[in-house]
């Protein structure tokens, strides 16, 4: 018998699964940890620790959500570094400084990394053989300098 709608969806955040949310990532900041076109499963209001690839609100732009490495805490906030050291722009905490706490919402979990053809996933060899590669926790290592 289903649940009503209230009991259902108390049952759901008591269980946390109401907070995982997915995000598309564009840009090339987080490479190669996370690359432009992954998408990001991320769990909202999950507990942050150094090393965490983190969803955050932008300090200068609240409507633009990033993507970054938490790395520390200093004076403010977050200290949230890019994973790619070549890119031209990073858009960090080395431009803009700590990031307030309340602006982290979330904390990745896994990397879904799509096909590079989707036609070619025709056999259950080639599925499990992309899943392999595509589907990923993100590490805590700290990659940014």
Request: hydrophobic share 45%; glycine share 6%; proline share 7%.
């Amino acid at each position: 018998m289903p649940q009503p709608t209230g009991e259902r969806e108390r049952e759901l955040e008591r269980r946390g699964l109401r907070r995982l949310a997915l995000c598309e990532v564009t840009g090339p900041s987080m490479a190669p940890t996370v690359n432009s076109g992954d998408t990001l499963v991320v769990r909202y209001g999950a507990r942050v620790r150094p090393g965490d690839v983190v969803l955050l609100r932008h300090p200068l732009q609240q409507d633009l959500l990033i993507v970054k490495r938490a790395v520390g805490r200093r004076d403010g906030g977050w200290w949230v570094l890019s994973d790619n050291t070549l890119a031209a722009f990073a858009n960090d905490s080395r431009d803009f400084g700590a990031v307030p706490e309340e602006f982290v919402l979330a904390r990745a979990l896994l990397r879904l990394r799509p096909p590079a053809d989707v036609a070619a996933q025709r056999t259950l060899r080639s599925a499990v053989s992309w899943a392999a590669v595509a589907v990923r926790p993100l590490s805590r290592r700290l990659r940014a300098r």
